[in-house]
């Protein structure tokens, strides 16, 4: 690997930092989610109920035990560090004029001490978190009001932080919003609670294309600022395979995987795809877009694509083939590939389709790519030895991260940073569980947020230490 890459960690506020009601903090959309498991989904609950368990309340207090944790990032060797910032800290309900300046002295403390330990910052304005003011007064994303509301945000954490923090994302994954039998993720990704009998992906691609106004509007100001700053969007690689050679399934899965370019097309190459207005046409869609939007989407396009890697999914045109679902990450219109396995929490376990998906999507826009997420959802369990030996994640990791090297050093991708999601155990995103863990450092709390909190590194640790230290070359 070439030797300024970014070996990383990735992180989102709402996932570690817990103190959810201190120092100003609003209420956030990830502060009204219950606990669910595997199986059973989070549920959204109308603002804080009395004995209901809210897992992101306290996280692993990563807000008061930062710098502990950056000390053993540091140790790790972490080159860079993905966090998040939460819009909550600094505009408690997202309408105020002036920011939270409690808010803003958090997040200068953390970068500096990121900085002082040599862990250069990369930022996500948005990881599945806005104000939960804005969602009930406006129905989050449905409104145009947003845009503004975004972008004031932003430019207050850019111009607060530009000089700290180079590398910043936009949305977080915005394109799982269009998985919408399951509603988490509008509801995350927008601050959308879908009504009854509504067209939901009417809904979504409104939402969406607001929120690609948004993200333009926040590249043209970042380079405004300072031209050295790269923005970057967020999207949730999860590519479909064909079934079989079937034409019909080909182009079944050809079909699924443009729904999902839709995001990185927009973002990057600055217009709406053909196949996407046919579609809005066809269902008779009437989008509130201005020409004055398409112009702005135009003039802020990225400068590079975050990725978030984890599965892959095949997709049949026989509609007798029994249906399996890849997990509740992905849409529930997929078969069984019986060439993958899957982990404890049933999501495909691909590290090829990494190869494969950035020879597509490098290919598609000659940009940079840095892998913003890669990494296993396990139970972890201390042994007699008080040690954690996770050599599942190790070959998880170890599997994935060589086909990186494929993709950039026999296929020519330029990828130019890697984040294992994640260097510490964190609520999970998708069942709020704590069992659910990824970290290289073990986190000493159970799914009702019991426990020491303490910290221990794992075996991947010592591992992923190496990794970084030899820049990709052992891998052993
Ligand atoms: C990505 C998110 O979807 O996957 C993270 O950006 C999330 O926030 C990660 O934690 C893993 O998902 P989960 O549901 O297993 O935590």
Redesign the pocket.
Known sequence: MKSNFLWGGAL?AH?VEGAYDKDGKGLSIADVMTAGTKDQARKITDGIKKGVYYPNHQAINFYTNYKEDIDRFADLGLKSLRVSIAWTRIFPTGEEQSPNDKGLEFYHQLFSYMRKKNIEPMVTLS??EMPYYLVKKYGGWRSRKMIDYFVKFSKVCLDEFSDEVKYWLTF??IN?QSLTENPLFAFTNSGIIFKEGEDRDEVFYQAAMYEFVAGAKVVQYAHSLQKSLKVGC?V?ASPYYPNTPNPQDILKAQRMNELQYFYSDVQARGYVPELIKKIWERNNYKLDITSKDLDGIKKGTVDYLGI?Y?LTSTVSADQTIQKVGSGN?AGNDTVENPYLKRSQ?GWTIDPAGLRYYLNEIYHRYHLPIFIV?N?L?AIDKIEKDEKIHDDYRISYLRDHILEMKKATEEDGVDVIGYDV??PID??????GEMK?R?GLIYVDYDNEGKGSGERINKDSFAWYKKVIETNGEKLE
């Open positions: 989102a996932q990881h599945f977080n994954e799982n967020v949730a978030t984890y990450a929490w997420e990494g959802g999601w994640s964190l609520v999970s995103f998708t069942t659910k990824y």
